[in-house]
């Protein structure tokens, strides 16, 4: 089946602590996005990759980092997480083609 | 890209075809009509594109009028599993460059039983 899948779909964590939210892909998309989701905001690109070791900033990169190491990965990390990051995240890939994104199911975190 | 204006909010009955509306009226030639929709709190869904024929597939109809300014997406026979937040974007064509997918609003769509 072709889907996206995020770890963990939870997360409770305190500011500070370092946390990695994985995304993983198995449908050989060139294109992968990470998004935030914010009540009243709605959806705002954080970054989002073009090919393996090809990304770029979307519109609130303040505070994340990414890599894209292999095709079908795509783990956002939060060096020092902050309560302004608390959000519900997902992840998206595409085929090179039109607009036509995939999305993860989501990761909602929480920062203490 | 150009900006898109949906009602709020809609109801349809289940069973019936749901039509919403779409106006952005600053599109330009090259950018395309997209379907979004987001059951709540899960991630979006992809429904369907547009660039000025009418397109259908096998989840929903777009008709885009003739000077483009417009579109409404049908959904031929709506189930209550149709609730849902459905967003209209207008983007242009993404070979390459920046991949940012721009969601309003959007139109919450509740299905009545």
């Known amino acids: 089946e072709a889907q996206v899948t995020q770890n963990p779909r939870y997360l409770i964590t305190v500011t500070g602590k370092k946390l990695t939210v994985t995304c993983s892909q198995n449908?050989?998309?060139?294109?992968m996005s990470w998004y935030r989701q914010d009540p009243g905001l709605g959806l705002r690109q954080i970054y989002y990759?073009?090919?393996?070791?090809?990304?770029d900033k979307g519109d609130v990169p303040e505070g994340y980092k990414v890599s894209r190491k292999e095709k079908r990965n795509f783990p956002l990390i939060l060096e020092s997480p902050s309560p302004n990051q608390t959000s519900l995240y997902f992840c998206?890939?595409?085929?090179?083609?039109?607009?036509?994104?995939?999305f993860g199911p989501g990761t909602r975190l929480t920062v203490l | 890209d150009a900006k898109t204006t949906q009602p709020t909010s809609m109801d349809c009955a289940e069973g019936r075809a749901a039509n919403l509306p779409c106006n952005h009226s600053t599109i330009s030639g090259n950018e395309y009509v997209y379907w979004y929709r987001q059951i709540h709190s899960q991630g979006p869904q992809y429904i369907i594109h547009g660039l000025k024929n009418n397109e259908t597939n096998e989840m929903a109809s777009l008709i885009i009028t003739e000077d483009r300014k417009s579109s409404t997406l049908i959904l031929p026979h709506a189930t209550l599993r149709d609730t849902a937040v459905y967003y209209c974007i207008v983007r242009g064509y993404s070979g390459g460059g920046a991949d940012g997918l721009t969601f309003g609003k959007g139109t919450h769509l509740i299905i009545q039983p």
């Open positions: 998206a890939s595409r085929p090179p083609l039109y607009n036509e994104q995939f």
């Open positions: 449908m050989n998309h060139e294109y």
């Open positions: 990759s073009m090919n393996v070791e090809v990304t």
